[in-house]
């Protein structure tokens, strides 16, 4: 099996700034891509942002310019570094990782259990 461990919510003022960090462990032959989605009560789960293992990244146009994701392969961790951050962004955050568990094996995505931002004066 595979676990995802997120850390890093809470509550911040707008403006503010937060670093979120999820680290992959378990059976894992290799992860593939890793990544940051959020959802709010009622409404999808939406990516934020997301990083291959050689480090290219992609970010939704809402957070482009104020989040950062990066990741240490050796440590099987992946960040999300939030800045300016507006009241907009609040919502339960859930890393993501793409994982094989053997040389043979297929895909999987594994998800973490969430953690809250709440962006609040």
């Known amino acids: 099996q595979v676990q995802l461990v997120e850390s890093g919510g809470g509550l911040v003022l707008p403006g503010g700034s937060l670093r979120l960090s999820c680290a992959a462990s378990?059976?894992?032959?290799?992860?593939?891509?890793m990544g940051w989605y959020r959802q709010v009560p009622g409404k999808q789960r939406e990516v934020v942002a997301a990083?291959?293992?050689?480090?290219?990244?992609n970010y939704a146009d809402s957070v482009k310019g104020r989040f950062t994701i990066s990741r240490d392969n050796a440590k099987n961790t992946v960040y999300l570094q939030m800045n300016s951050l507006k009241p907009e962004d609040t919502a339960v955050y859930y890393c993501?990782?793409?994982?094989?568990?053997?040389?043979?094996?297929?895909?999987?995505?594994?998800w973490g259990q969430g953690t809250q931002v709440t962006v609040s004066s």
């Open positions: 378990g059976s894992i032959f290799r992860i593939y891509v």
């Open positions: 993501n990782a793409e994982v094989t568990i053997g040389p043979m094996s297929g895909r999987y995505a594994y």
């Open positions: 990083i291959t293992s050689g480090g290219s990244t």
